[in-house]
């Protein structure tokens, strides 16, 4: 199948636990890959552990399935922490709603897991538990059977939903901060809702900033860390190439601007109330170069942009949370929302 040559092997730092974890996905995934275009679902069953939600609390967060639409299966996980940290704005007001939401969008390619995956479920967890946030986790169709667009529609059809059904979340959810965030397919998807919505315009939701984790993008031309980083975990060309091809519309290539996001083919940001956004890399990431353009594209554009790089680490890092670094990228990631708390309230 999709195996990347043995031999020009990138050496990266990782403890051995998170190295044989990541050997075994990769095999796995790559396993159920058929070269016809399918996915061989009934063999992941097996591999993509699922949790369903728990109104008990545990560890301080208690979860809940929210049905969207049935019929294309829309729906998400709602997580709330129950010994939320109010931030004191001074009125009233801001005791009863002080906590900001983040919507979620899981990574795997468009292809793979959902928020009932274990492995998201414990990220969103954390993120609840250690930024005092309402996450809203996504659950949208995925690919091959669904291709672009019903991906990005159904994450924009969750943002309508809650806007109009906002008492669907706990009483002190802050609807007019929310964030939009996601990892690797899950960034790409969030930036192009993020697109969606502010051409559409909500009437409640407010969508103040954007978390950005290892966005998947890409392109025809192979960059230079695509290159040089073959055969580094999780990601390669063949693989990538895979996805993309499930994912476009049939005839079009990666130049396409769901995937090239500062090509010729992307959308004209420079009259969008684009929200700020914090991008994240990684040193091992072969899919860094596209995330740097994406930054120095937002910034051309005019818009408020930081990114942060983890030179050590590679794609998908901080879903394990043996890593330090992941525990450092969650605290960034709270700080970030954390200004936007405080600068945005009056
Ligand atoms: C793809 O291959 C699988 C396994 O060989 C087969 O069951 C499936 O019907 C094929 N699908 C298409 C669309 O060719
Ligand atoms: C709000 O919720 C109601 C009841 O579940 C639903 O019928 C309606 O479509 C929702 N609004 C949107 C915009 O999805
Ligand atoms: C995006 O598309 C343009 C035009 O085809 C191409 O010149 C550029 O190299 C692409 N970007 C990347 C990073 O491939």
Redesign the pocket.
Known sequence: MSSSPPTNKPKIPLPWKTRVAISFLSALSDASRRSNGTVNRGFLKFLDRKCSANITPVNGVFTKDVT?DPERNIWFRLFTPTDAVTVDGGDADDKTASLPVVIFFHGGGFTYLSPASASYDAVCRRFCRKMSVVVVSVNYRLTPEHRYPSQYDDGE?VL??L???KTVLPENADVSKCFLAGDSAGANLAHHVAVRVCKAGLQNIQVVGLISIQPFFGGEERTESEVRLEGSPLVSMARTDWMWKVFLPEGSDRDHGAANVSGPNSEDLSGLDFPDTLIFVGGFDPLNDWQKRYYDWLRKNGKEVQIIEYPNMIHAFYVFPDLPESSQLISQVKDFINKKRVSNSK
């Open positions: 969207v059809e309508k939903f806007d109009e059904n």
